[in-house]
T-cell receptor, first 116, second 114 residues
Framework: NAGVMQNPRHLVRRRGQEARLRCSPM?????VYWYRQLPEEGLKFMVY????????ESGMPKERFSAEFPKEGPSILRIQQVVRGDSAAYFC??????????????FGEGSRLTVL | GDSVTQMEGPVTLSEEAFLTINCTYT??????LFWYVQYPGEGLQLLLK?????DKGSNKGFEATYRKETTSFHLEKGSVQVSDSAVYFC?????????????FGQGTILTVHP
């Protein structure tokens, strides 16, 4: 039973380019969460999605960042016109039920974005 | 707002030593508390949790007790092993419909030497 799969594991972009990070949740999980970890900081909540719907995006920067979780395929976190401050580890997590019910998330290994 | 503060690392111990990693939180209401662990090359995984005051979470020899009076959830293990080397994250989930908002501490790197 595969865990949460994220790709790419490492991504290098120049300022102004676009970054796309993908996340395939565990089988049977329809709830996906994205977190960001800046250097020397803890993981910060970005967005919570449930198949085709954004449930809570209160942690997403207002500009350049977007997320989707289509009916078919992985969840995508998209960062347009990247800047150096976007360099971070981006973690995806999934759960079979809303976090409010279970309190447990299953995390991927993260995607490390470096902006030159 | 809600926050979690962990003791700063890194922490380096010899095998069979006693481990404590401090964690305190600030929250409105009564959050659920968690310890997650990230082994090298892997994603975070839940280590233990406690959902109300005085609850003790335990797993793999690790323990943590939810102390409302001191707003703490310190992680302890009586005898660490080399295989416990990892990054440990304390986290909280607020009450009500908090959706995906786990609030994490900054993580503590633990290295155990033989």
């Amino acid at each position: 039973n595969a865990g949460v799969m994220q790709n790419p594991r490492h991504l290098v972009r120049r300022r102004g380019q676009e970054a796309r990070l993908r996340c395939s949740p565990m089988k049977g999980h329809s709830h996906v969460y994205w977190y960001r970890q800046l250097p020397e900081e803890g993981l910060k909540f970005m967005v919570y999605l449930q198949k085709e719907n954004i449930i809570d995006e209160s942690g997403m920067p207002k500009e350049r960042f977007s997320a989707e979780f289509p009916k078919e395929g992985p969840s995508i976190l998209r960062i347009q016109q990247v800047v150096r401050g976007d360099s971070a580890a981006y973690f995806c997590a999934s759960s079979p039920e809303p976090l409010a019910n279970t309190g447990e998330l299953f995390f991927g290994e993260g995607s490390r974005l470096t902006v030159l | 707002g809600d926050s979690v503060t962990q003791m700063e690392g890194p922490v380096t111990l010899s095998e069979e030593a006693f481990l404590t990693i401090n964690c305190t939180y600030t929250a409105t209401g009564y959050p659920s508390l968690f310890w997650y662990v990230q082994y090298p090359g892997e994603g975070l995984q839940l280590l233990l949790k406690a959902t109300k005051a005085d609850d003790k979470g335990s797993n793999k020899g690790f323990e943590a007790t939810y102390r409302k009076e001191t707003t703490s959830f310190h992680l302890e293990k009586g005898s660490v092993q080399v295989s416990d080397s990892a990054v440990y994250f304390c986290a909280q989930k607020g009450g009500g419909t908090s959706y995906g908002k786990l609030t994490f501490g900054q993580g503590t790197i633990l290295t155990v030497h033989p």
